[in-house]
């Protein structure tokens, strides 16, 4: 797994929040079986990306979450930010203090190419990638 289980299932409850009409919101309870998400995780999940502001919640009857914006206008890379993925590029995989082109440790290379192709689709790929294709009924 590239990515923690957090941001994984974080692109995937931002995923379903893309595929909701405009202005529709979906309950906790939903969003998790939507989303194949532990309920216990969509809560923590949710509560990183309405404070980094791109979602949407209120409590009470009709509420639920929904985007705060539109899909075009939310990168991947923010949905990892919120939840506190690092895509800086440069640190080693071994976390040598001293791991540069001139003194590499054994994954140097390899590893610099694989961070660099992450952060620019992280920071290249939109959640309206995620409307082509409707995730399946619940």
């Given at each position: ?59 009470g009857h009709g ?70 294709t409707p995730l399946?009924?619940?």
């Amino acid at each position: 797994m590239i990515l923690p289980r957090t941001a994984i299932y974080a692109l995937r409850t931002m995923a379903v929040l893309a595929n909701l009409a405009p202005g529709e919101s979906i309950r906790s309870r939903e969003l998790a079986s939507s989303a194949g998400v532990p309920e216990h995780y969509v809560s923590k999940v949710m509560r990183r990306l309405v404070v980094a502001g791109l979602v949407d919640s209120q409590k009470g009857h009709g509420g639920g979450f929904r985007l705060s914006r539109a899909p075009d206008k939310i990168e991947f890379e923010s949905i990892l930010r919120a939840i506190d993925v690092e895509l800086e590029t440069g640190r080693c995989v071994f976390h040598y203090r001293a791991c540069d082109a001139h003194s590499p440790c054994p994954l140097h290379e390899s590893w610099a190419v694989l961070q660099e192709a992450l952060k620019r689709w992280a920071a290249g790929t939109t959640l309206e990638s995620t409307r082509a294709t409707p995730l399946p009924p619940v």
